[in-house]
């Protein structure tokens, strides 16, 4: 796919992204975009393995007995889950973090097979605690999901507007590696996975991590635009140099910007204390690989409206083939022992 940085995009550049964008995908329940990462990483030669419902992972065999690079996305997104239901209103509970700007927004309910509009309103109890509820005409059973609409979805001037683009993008982009990898013969044993559960503690990644044992660790994400840290759409990759769940130090934070800069490849940083991603999984199960969190900034992050920029899902389809092409990710990723 041609990179068209400073226009419009057309949609028809992006139809398997939308498919991913228009697919129900709350935590644990992530069949839908398993479904489409199956179905594009077979067509394009690699062999899928599941990890239980807990992940997934997909290798190219001619490369085995090779370090093991792994590029992992989760397939979920921030939702609800039915907690009571009194008739035809049905009380809900978050799954993650979304967020309702203006306090109610459209919805898609998952009644079994059923896919039911309603309209998700967020208020307070008697009691002043936080709660969702909707209505719906048809029968709801207790734990029934509920997500974002994703009717909102489009790709104009430059810029993707949907939910769930965290972390939809990620998918998206494991599958846009899987093509650019397949016809080729690479330094590493690359594999691609994907997780369930991400953003209700990262349950997935875990599990992940032991199947495949991996020498190094990249994990693609959404963060935050952040005027103060200088994020912004358009401005390339995050770096992610410290959350809640990696922190790189200062060397090897330069030596990934000496690297991208040489690849003239734009990338931007940030700092958190809190919050964190599947690269928490790795050192947690005891496993020595270094771990980049490389993310796209979003505007609204988990809300009914994210935006991302077109530029820059260019610009990480661009860094991750640099990394895949670097013939010494020990120099460039690892802490000096």
């Not at 979920?76 to 799954?95: A, F, H, I, M, Q």
């Not at 507007?161 to 080729?184: K, Q, T």
């Not at 610009?315 to 022992?337: E, G, K, Q």
Request: glycine residues 8%; proline residues 6%; contains cysteine.
């Amino acid at each position: 796919m041609p990179s068209q940085r400073h226009g419009v995009v057309p949609n028809s550049d992006y139809g398997l992204l939308l498919d991913l964008l228009n697919c129900h995908s709350t935590p644990g329940d992530e069949g839908e975009v398993r479904i489409q990462l199956c179905r594009r990483l077979l067509d394009l030669g690699w062999s899928v393995s599941h990890h239980g419902a807990y992940a997934l992972s997909a290798v190219l065999p001619r490369n085995a007995g090779k370090k093991r690079l792994l590029v992992c996305a989760h397939m979920d997104s921030p939702g609800y889950t039915v907690e009571s239901v009194d008739g035809r209103d049905c009380k809900l509970v978050k799954l993650g973090s979304p967020r309702m700007p203006l306090n109610e927004a459209d919805a898609v309910l998952k009644t079994g097979s059923a896919l039911v509009p309603v309209r998700l309103f967020q208020g307070e109890d008697s009691a002043g605690r936080e709660t969702f509820f909707c209505h719906c005409d048809t029968p709801v059973r207790h734990g029934d999901r509920a997500c974002f609409s994703a009717s909102r979805r489009r790709i104009a001037d430059g810029v993707v507007e949907s939910p769930f683009l965290d972390n939809r993008i990620g998918c998206y982009m494991l599958c846009r590696l899987a093509e650019h990898l397949a016809s080729g013969d690479y330094a590493y044993d690359v594999v691609l996975g994907a997780t369930s559960c991400e953003e209700v503690g990262c349950i997935g990644a875990p599990v992940l991590a032991a199947a495949v044992q991996p020498d190094y660790v990249i994990c693609l994400d959404a963060t935050y635009e952040n005027p103060e840290q200088h994020v912004q759409l358009g401005g390339g990759p995050v770096i992610t140099l410290s959350d809640a769940s990696v922190i790189l130090s200062c060397d090897v934070r330069d030596r990934l910007l000496s690297f991208f800069a040489a690849q003239k490849i734009p990338v931007q940083t940030e700092v958190y204390n809190y919050s964190s991603t599947d690269a928490r999984a790795f050192p947690m199960v005891g496993l020595p690989c270094p771990v980049l969190a490389l993310l796209i900034a979003s505007r609204g992050n988990h809300s009914p409206a994210e935006s991302i920029a077109a530029d820059d899902i260019e610009l990480l389809a661009d860094a991750l083939i640099a990394l895949t092409h670097c013939s010494d990710l020990d120099r460039v990723m690892a802490n000096a022992p």
